[in-house]
Structure formats: structure tokens, C-alpha cells
């Protein structure tokens, strides 16, 4: 081993998770190396990168950010609803509230928006100044424990980079994203089931910053819950925006779409179009990229490892945020890898601090409810059919309460009951799993007001501490007696048409074009004709369709180097290992530049 290249800690991944990791690990006094395999640091990532308050909470570089890295503050976030006709049945907006805000800064934003390249980038000067080095087209393409890396009784891993070139430390933490090089030498992950790993597609529109403050200030967060595509969304950056969706892997191949042909039909939506032309958007890049939505990460360690970020499954099932998760993910390993460093113990034990860590904080918080989310994110904001009337019910609540079209007593006092109770019957067996909490929640502050008043404390406090579970079981049996055995109304239920014929008919978005790859020297993909079934799902889910069937046999277009973005999803999707995926070397391939 040259002691050039021997650290004490070697970072696989230079996104937000590992250069957060290098920072806090540099900072300690430790030799830190980041092998990014981008040429330049975020080339390879796209992320809506919509920034929460959690960041500057508990990671003081962030300060820094608003003097240093181009932003946009979001403030303001619009819910819209859009039918089957593609019509906007209605919109709710809310912004940060000062009054509710559990820490000062959360009050002033919802999130700050960036893009990964700029804000990538930063977090490596920051690295590169706490001491850390980063090198880039460094993909690591192995790691093992040579029986000859063993110094004064502790064993350094050998990484090995570009198939080449070798680097050593006791330590190797796994910030490499989804499909995680160090997760597998680990043995901790191997492939994530297609019901837990989404594809997302956006387009990034270049648009002229002053027009967007004009027009939109920090009204910087646009939801569009719809019929005929899983939530998508418009987040405004400093100078443009991006528009996406995303849904599992899973649900592309059942629905037999293709991502981007459900992605044309956000964009031939009006109320998006009508961003689009406001904002004078002109389309610049295309996107595609995986995200893991699991309920519950699994083992984030082993002897000498620890995984994090995207690599450990650690994004918020509920709303897709993952870059605080994997920067306060960073920061908890470098604390580990430093005390294993002092104690000159490496071993699983040691490493499994940081599992206990991560479960202690915000992050684990986040995983208590892990089930609820993902079970509430199936069930509404990724359902389409959901969708055909939930997004016909809120505009109808408006009406029910407020309408010119009867006196005003008529209403409050004779029709309100009838419309609540029937819009309760049909909204309680879509949120039943989520409502006994907040609903216990609410009542102990009602009975806990009457019981300071009694002066009844002592014997009722610790009561309704511990009969909380029996009661939330109680109150879900009284709902599901009163509101879920009723029959639901009928009023919306058509039965909404298949997705395949609810989707645009307007020629398509040909992405190709916005998309910037450095072809590899060697083939990033390869089929496996020989065990291939010709099931398609490659051809349904590739978002530069660069499969074909023809002749009843499946093809990968030749030439595909071009345009391939190595999301993985056709790797992912195929059922018969009849595909393969080999990241470029030195840097080559797919280069986003407002990621
Ligand atoms: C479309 C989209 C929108 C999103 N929107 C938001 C949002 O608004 N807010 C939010 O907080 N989160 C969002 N997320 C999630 C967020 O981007 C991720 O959770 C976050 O980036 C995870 O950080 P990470 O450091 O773990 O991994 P990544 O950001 O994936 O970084 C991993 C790095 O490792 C490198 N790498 C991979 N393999 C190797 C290897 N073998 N050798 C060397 N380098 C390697 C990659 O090139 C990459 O730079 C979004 C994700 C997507 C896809
Ligand atoms: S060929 Fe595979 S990895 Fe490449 S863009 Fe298509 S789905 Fe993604
Ligand atoms: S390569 Fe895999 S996913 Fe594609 S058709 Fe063949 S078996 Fe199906």
C-alpha cells in the first residue's frame, strides 16, 4: 500500500449524503477521499432539490448557502386538482407559518430550491476546505480485504476505482445512491423490490429570473394532484423550473405507460401550460432517475461499512425529500468513523453506533410512521383512479358551505349536515389508517384541559398516557361503525377509463434532444438475448425509449450510448436478468447540468 493512498475513511458517492459525510469526517481531523464517478460533481444527479428548514437546523454549513449557492426561496406551495378533462377543479396554497413554525427559520420558508450541480458543487468546496479530497470520474467498481492490507492488527479495505487504480481505509462508507456498489460489497443491499424503487422524469425549463419574480416571487412549489398521472409537480429554481412525476417501477409495467408518455400528459395539462408560458419557459434538459420509497430501511452497517442517503433507502416515504435525510445521515457516519478511528476498533459492533443513531434521530423519527406513509402515498397521491373523484370532492366541500345559488341559512342550516356526512362517508375509507393519531391527539388536549381544571392530574395523567393505543383502536371502531359500513355514495364513482386512454394523444415530447451524454467506451447496458423473454417491461419503461419489440424479439437500439441516462430502470424492471448495467468509467456518460 502506498501511504499516499491510504485514508481513514474512503467515501463511495459524491452527492449530498457523502460530501456532507467528508465535511463532518475532515472536520474531526480524519483523512477523508470522495470517489465521484460525474466528471464534475452533480453531473450525474437530478433531484427536484427543494430544500427543507431540517438543513439549517441541524447542519450549520448551511448558512452559508443563501450568500453562496444560486437559490430561490419557496414560501407559498399550491395544491392543484385536475380532472379526467383535464380541467382544474380547484387549488389550496398555504405558506410558512411564523405563528406554528417549531424553530425559528422554518418560519421564514417552506424550502429553498437549487439545482444539484450548483448546490453538489458547494458542498464540495466546503469539503475540499475542511481538508477532505474529491476526486471525480472516479467510479469505485470494487472493494475486498486483501490479506495483505492489514496493519498493526486492523484490516483496510481496498476500493478499487475505474477498475484500475486502488485506495485503502479501515472504513468505506456507501453514499453511491441507489444502486449502491458499497451496499453490495457489504452484502447489505442487493435489488430493491419494484414496488419501492420509482422512476422520476422531469423536464428543466430555462426561463428568465426577473419574469419568475414578477409573476411567481416564491410562490415556488406547484402540486398537481390529478386523474390521469401520479402527483407531478412544478418547482421553481433561480433561473428556470422544473416539471416532473414520478411513480414505482411497478405501476409503469401494470399500467403498460411509459413514464415519459405520463409525464406529456402533465405537460398538456392547461394549468401547467399556462406556468410554462407566464414563466416564458423554454425546455433545456431531461432527467430520469430512481428514488427508493421503502416504509422501513433495512441494516445501514457491517464490519468496516456504513451506507447512507438514497444507498440505505433513507428518503421520507411520504414526500420524496432525501437530501436532508442523506446530509444528517453523512454527518452521524463521520461521527462514527471517528470514534472508530480513536478507538482503533472498525469491527460491526462499532459500525452499528451509527444504525442506533440514525434511529434516534429525525430520520428514524420519520420511519416510525414509515408504513403509514407509504400506505397513504399508494393510496392517494399515486392513485390515479383515487384521484378521478377525489379531486372533484374539494371544490364540492367548497360548494356544499358556501354557494349563491340558495339563501345562506338554507344552507348552513338544512343541506350542511347532509352534504358533511356524505363527503365524510366517502373520504373516511381513504385516510382511515392515517385519522386515529391526530384524532386521539386532538381529544387528550380536550380531556387534559378538563382534568388541570378538576385538579385531577395525578390519577388521570398517567391514565391517559397509557390507555392511548386502546383508545386510538377505540375511536377507528366508532369511525368504522358509523362513517366506513355505510355504503359510500356513488356520486363520483364512475368507473374511471383505463390510464393508457386517458393519457395525451399530442405528439410527444421528443426527449432526446435534452439529452447531454458523453458516450462511453464501453456498453453502459447490455441484454442478455439468451435469457431474455420478451416480456417487455424494458420497452415500457426506458424514458429515452431505447427499447423496441420487433418481430416479437426486443431490441436495444443501437447507438443507444447517446442517449441512455443511466437510470437503471430497464436493469431494474426486467424480471429475467436478461439485463445488465455497467456504470461508464473516467467520468463518461450522462452529464446533467440543472439536475
Ligand atoms: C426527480 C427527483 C426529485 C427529488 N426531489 C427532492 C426534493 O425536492 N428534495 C429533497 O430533499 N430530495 C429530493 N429527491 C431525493 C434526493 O435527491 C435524494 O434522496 C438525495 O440526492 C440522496 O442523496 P445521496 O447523497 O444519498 O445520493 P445521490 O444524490 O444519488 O448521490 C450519489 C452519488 O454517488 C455517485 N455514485 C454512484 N455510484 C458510484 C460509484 N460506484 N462510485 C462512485 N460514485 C458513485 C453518483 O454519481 C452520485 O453523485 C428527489 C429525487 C429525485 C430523483
Ligand atoms: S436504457 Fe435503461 S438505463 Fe438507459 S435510459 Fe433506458 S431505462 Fe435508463
Ligand atoms: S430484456 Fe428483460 S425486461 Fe426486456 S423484454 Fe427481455 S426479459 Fe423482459
Not at 452527492?15 to 464517478?37: D, F, N, Q, T, W
Not at 467510479?139 to 477498475?163: C, F, H, M
Request: hydrophobic content about 45%; some cysteine; overall charge neutral.
Amino acid at each position: 500500500m502506498d501511504p499516499e493512498d491510504i485514508y481513514d475513511v474512503v467515501i463511495a458517492g459524491g452527492g449530498p449524503g457523502g460530501l456532507s459525510c467528508a465535511i463532518h469526517a475532515a472536520r474531526r481531523g480524519l483523512k477523508v477521499l470522495v470517489l465521484e464517478r460525474g466528471e464534475a460533481i452533480g453531473d450525474k444527479n437530478a433531484s427536484g432539490c427543494a430544500l427543507s428548514p431540517k438543513c439549517w437546523r441541524d447542519l450549520d454549513f448551511m448558512e452559508r448557502l443563501f450568500a453562496e449557492v444560486p437559490h430561490r426561496v419557496g414560501r407559498v406551495a399550491a395544491m392543484h386538482f385536475i380532472d379526467e378533462k383535464r380541467q382544474e377543479t380547484g387549488s389550496v396554497s398555504y405558506a410558512s407559518s411564523k405563528r406554528f413554525a417549531p424553530y425559528p427559520i422554518a418560519g421564514e420558508f417552506l424550502t429553498v430550491n437549487v439545482y444539484r450541480s450548483q448546490f453538489d458543487g458547494w458542498l464540495e468546496k466546503l469539503a475540499r476546505e475542511a481538508g477532505a479530497t474529491v476526486r471525480t470520474s472516479s467510479l469505485v467498481t470494487a472493494i475486498s480485504n486483501p490479506p495483505d492490507a492489514v496493519v498493526d492488527g486492523v484490516q483496510y479495505k481496498r476500493v478499487e476505482v475505474n477498475e484500475s487504480r486502488s485506495f485503502f481505509a479501515p472504513v468505506v462508507v456507501g453514499a453511491d445512491g441507489a444502486f449502491s456498489a458499497v451496499g453490495k460489497a457489504a452484502g447489505l443491499s442487493d435489488r430493491w423490490r419494484n414496488e419501492d424503487l420509482s422512476i422520476m422524469v422531469t423536464i428543466d425549463f430555462e426561463a428568465d429570473p426577473a419574469r419568475i419574480d414578477e409573476f411567481f416571487g416564491d410562490e415556488s412549489l406547484h402540486y398537481y394532484y390529478g386523474a390521469n398521472f401520479p402527483i407531478g409537480y412544478v418547482f421553481f429554481n433561480r433561473d428556470g423550473f422544473h416539471v416532473g412525476l414520478g411513480h414505482y417501477i411497478k405501476w409503469f409495467i401494470d399500467q403498460k405507460v411509459n413514464p415519459v408518455a405520463v409525464l406529456d400528459e402533465l405537460l398538456a395539462t392547461p394549468a401547467v401550460q399556462r406556468v410554462i408560458k407566464i414563466a416564458g419557459g423554454k425546455p433545456r434538459e431531461f432527467h430520469a432517475h430512481v428514488l427508493p420509497f421503502v416504509a422501513r430501511p433495512g441494516r445501514l452497517h457491517g464490519d468496516g461499512f456504513m451506507v447512507l442517503g438514497d444507498a440505505a433507502g433513507l428518503i421520507c416515504p411520504l414526500e420524496a425529500e432525501g437530501v436532508y435525510y442523506a446530509m444528517l445521515a453523512g454527518k452521524l457516519a463521520a461521527g462514527v468513523a471517528a470514534d472508530a478511528k480513536a478507538s482503533g476498533d472498525f469491527s460491526d459492533a462499532t459500525m452499528s453506533r451509527f444504525g442506533r443513531m440514525v434511529k434516534d434521530s429525525p430520520i428514524g423519527r420519520e420511519f416510525t410512521m414509515g408504513e403509514v406513509w407509504k400506505e397513504f402515498i399508494d393510496t392517494v397521491p399515486f392513485n390515479v383512479d383515487a384521484a378521478t373523484w377525489l379531486v372533484q370532492l374539494l371544490p364540492d366541500a367548497m360548494y356544499a358551505a358556501i354557494n349563491v345559488a340558495e339563501p345562506h341559512a338554507e344552507t348552513v342550516e338544512v343541506r350542511a349536515r347532509d352534504r358533511a356526512m356524505a363527503l365524510a362517508r366517502l373520504v373516511y375509507p381513504k385516510i382511515k389508517k392515517v385519522i386515529a393519531k391526530p384524532a386521539v391527539a386532538i381529544l387528550d388536549e380536550f380531556l387534559r384541559y378538563y382534568i388541570d381544571k378538576l385538579n385531577l392530574s395525578i390519577i388521570m395523567k398517567p391514565l391517559l398516557e397509557s390507555t392511548r393505543g386502546i383508545r386510538e383502536k377505540i375511536i377507528q371502531q366508532v369511525l368504522d361503525d358509523w362513517l366506513g359500513k355505510r355504503a359510500p355514495e356513488t356520486v363520483y364513482h364512475g368507473t374511471p377509463q383505463p390510464l393508457p386512454s386517458r393519457l395525451a394523444v399530442v405528439p410527444g415530447l421528443d426527449v432526446r434532444p435534452m439529452i447531454h451524454v458523453k458516450p462511453s467506451s464501453r456498453p453502459v447496458i447490455r441484454h442478455l438475448e439468451h435469457r431474455c423473454t420478451a416480456c417487455g417491461h424494458c420497452v415500457t419503461v426506458c424514458p429515452a425509449r431505447l427499447w423496441a419489440s420487433r418481430d416479437g424479439r426486443i431490441r436495444l437500439e443501437e447507438g443507444h450510448a447517446l442517449w441512455c441516462m443511466e437510470c437503471g430502470s430497464c436493469f431494474q424492471a426486467c424480471p429475467s436478468s436478461a439485463i445488465e448495467i455497467a456504470y461508464p468509467l473516467n467520468g463518461e456518460g450522462i452529464a446533467y447540468k440543472h439536475g
